[in-house]
Structure formats: C-alpha cells, structure tokens
C-alpha cells in the first residue's frame, strides 16, 4: 500500500540548443566540484610551482609562434599587423631577390680568400663588391616599385617605415622570415587586402 514503485525508465530527452545557449550540458554538482577542486589545488612546493609556470609559458609561447607562422592577424606583432604589411609581405615574398644568392656567394668568396692565390683573393673580392652592389640595386628597384603600387592599392594609407618593412624583410631569408610567405615566387598578388 505504501510501497514505491518505479515507472519504467523513458528514454533521455534530446539535447536541443536553445538560441543564446551555451551549447552544453549542464554539468552536475559532483562534476563541477571536482573541477573546482581541481582548479583551486595550487602546487605544494616553489619546484612544483616554477614548473607550472613554465609550462604555462611553453604552451602559450608555442600557441603564439603556430600563430605567427601563419600569418594569423590575432597573434602578429604590432610591426605586422594590418592590410599595408600584410600587402608589403606579399609583394617581398612574390619576388626573386638576389639576397637569397648572398649566402653560397659569400661562401665562395671565403673559399677563393683563403686559397693563398693573390689572383684568387681579388676575384673573391670582386663577386663580394659585384654582389653587394647588384643587392644593393635590386632593393632599390624594390622599394621604387612598391611605393607605387602602395600609392596604387592604399592611397589614403601613410607610407611612413613601410620602406624599412620591406628591406628588413627582403634582407632575410626566406625560410627565415616571419610571418612565412604566403605566396610563392612570381604569384600574382590579389587586388583587395581589406
């Protein structure tokens, strides 16, 4: 007479997001004390602490350098941020510059310095001058062209230390550079980087 009798199980109700909901259930009570414990356990010694840190600091720094690689905007430096530098990046990458010959130059011009020959000295000094020169030119054809085209493609933008941008850019690397090219050799750029 005064016993309980349990109704058969229903099935769970589906979860259905509700607009301007959180997307999840919510959790229970022994769930999110546990959490909170979990959270709230601090680290019993100044070893276990410094290792938290430096944890922490390691796995953001890997998430912000992922980041800059790709070129995503959010983690960019002030310096590389914005459609002018994004544009500038582009415009260095797309082109062949001469810097990347300067490494297996210099190294030549090192071996024929190093060769006692005093006729092999000046032609290692020589391919030095030649090349200092034609990169010297080539960054000046560089910065020709890409102030007209920033004239072009951002009239309303100021070009102040785009110039410096470029050349610091062009003088590195490719594989070295930061953000990574995007583009490759001789693609042509879009027309809008808004």
Do not use: C, W
Request: no cysteine; net charge positive.
């Amino acid at each position: 007479m005064f016993a309980r009798f349990k109704s058969p199980s229903a099935p769970p109700a589906p979860v259905v997001d509700k607009p301007g909901g959180k997307g999840r259930p919510t959790p229970t009570r022994k769930e999110a004390q546990a959490a909170a414990r979990a959270r709230a356990k601090a680290p019993r010694s100044r070893r276990e602490q410094l290792a938290a840190q430096r944890a922490g600091k390691s796995e953001s720094s890997k998430t912000v350098r992922a980041g800059m690689k790709a070129g995503d905007e959010r983690y960019l430096l002030p310096r590389d941020k914005g459609p002018v530098r994004r544009f500038i990046r582009d415009f260095v990458d797309s082109r062949f510059s001469f810097v990347e010959l300067m490494v297996p130059l210099l190294i030549v011009t090192l071996l024929l310095g190093y060769s006692g020959s005093p006729y092999l000295v000046g032609i290692g000094n020589s391919v030095l001058l030649g090349t200092v020169l034609l990169v010297a030119f080539d960054l000046f054809l560089m910065r020709f062209r890409l102030r007209r085209e920033l004239a072009r493609r951002f009239p309303d933008e100021p070009t102040k230390g785009t110039t410096y941008y470029a050349i610091m850019r062009a003088l590195q690397m490719k594989f070295m550079r930061l953000p990574k090219a995007q583009v490759k050799i001789g693609q042509t750029l879009p027309e809008h980087y808004r």
